[in-house]
């Protein structure tokens, strides 16, 4: 069976297999739009997590960047595994629960 590829350059497919059907890379899940680099906080549900966003946001008021940050609620696929405090990339995907939109693609490696 040939690798699959999600679609994002520069990312390679998880040595675990799974069979997941929500996984991207060994089910029918497919990833579009965003693509974002995020840190993991919690990950106490099943086979979902919640990550941090970062970003900078322009005021225009006070003409200067501010730090803002939002909550991300995730799926993780069987075969990634992930702990509080990685650095994770995760993709947009069709929304997989009410508040689940995301889909981890792959650990970012220090």
Same mark, same amino acid.
């Given at each position: ?6 679609? &994002? ?24 739009? #965003?693509?974002?680099? $995020?840190?993991?906080?919690? $990950?106490?549900?099943?086979? @979902? ?19 803002? #940050? ?5 799926? $993780? ?11 994770? &990339? &995760? ?5 997989? @629960?009410?508040? &689940?939109?995301?889909?981890?693609? @792959?650990? $970012? #490696?220090?």
């Amino acid at each position: 069976m040939p690798k699959k590829h999600v679609g &994002i350059p520069g990312l390679n497919p998880p040595d675990k297999k799974c069979d997941d059907p929500l996984c991207p890379w060994h089910g029918t899940l497919p990833v579009r739009g #965003q693509v974002l680099e $995020v840190t993991v906080e919690d $990950v106490k549900m099943n086979r @979902a997590a919640v990550v941090v966003h970062e970003y900078l946001y322009y005021n225009k008021k006070y003409k200067r960047y501010e730090r803002r #940050q939002t909550k991300k609620h995730v799926r $993780v696929p069987e075969c990634i595994e992930v702990k509080p405090g990685d650095r994770v &990339i &995760i993709g947009e995907t069709r929304p997989l @629960a009410k508040s &689940i939109s995301y889909v981890v693609l @792959a650990k $970012v #490696q220090r």
